[in-house]
């Protein structure tokens, strides 16, 4: 998995405004410096991705539909149970490692964490819900 970084060229116009979204850029910068964090993909309610640290767009594309489906299926078993909508989706394996969609970056995105092993959780989680925090 190369993370280089690239905008996909198959994003759709309506994501123009994501791309341009501080708040969605600014949480994006944020979680490619947490340690543990092997890449990233914003992407928009239409499943589209914005932009990546990942260079291969199929991939870039493939993350982003998966991760809008987890959102949905986390939005619809949340709602079937009366817990309202998800803010975090989370997905591990048995060494530690995964992903997680959160649904609230900004306004009108959404972002996929995929973690090693290593990753502090916790810091991911707290750092996506509160990006202008500071961990010591």
Do not use: Q
Request: proline content about 2%; glycine content about 8%.
């Amino acid at each position: 998995m190369s993370t280089r970084g690239v905008e996909t060229e198959s994003a759709k116009p309506d994501l123009e405004a994501l791309r341009g979204d501080e708040s969605a850029r600014s949480i994006a910068k944020l979680v490619k410096n947490i340690s543990g964090v092997d890449c990233f993909v914003v992407f928009g309610n239409s499943s589209f991705a914005a932009y990546s640290n990942l260079t291969e767009s199929w991939l870039i594309n493939k993350v982003a539909t998966l991760a809008f489906l987890l959102r949905e299926i986390g939005n619809v078993m949340a709602a079937e149970v009366g817990k309202g909508e998800a803010e975090t989706i989370t997905v591990c394996a048995e060494n530690g490692s995964g992903i997680v969609v959160y649904t609230k970056p900004c306004r009108m995105g959404n972002i996929a964490v995929v973690f090693d092993e290593h990753a502090k959780i916790g810091v991911l989680l707290y750092m996506l819900k509160h990006p202008h925090s500071k961990i010591e």
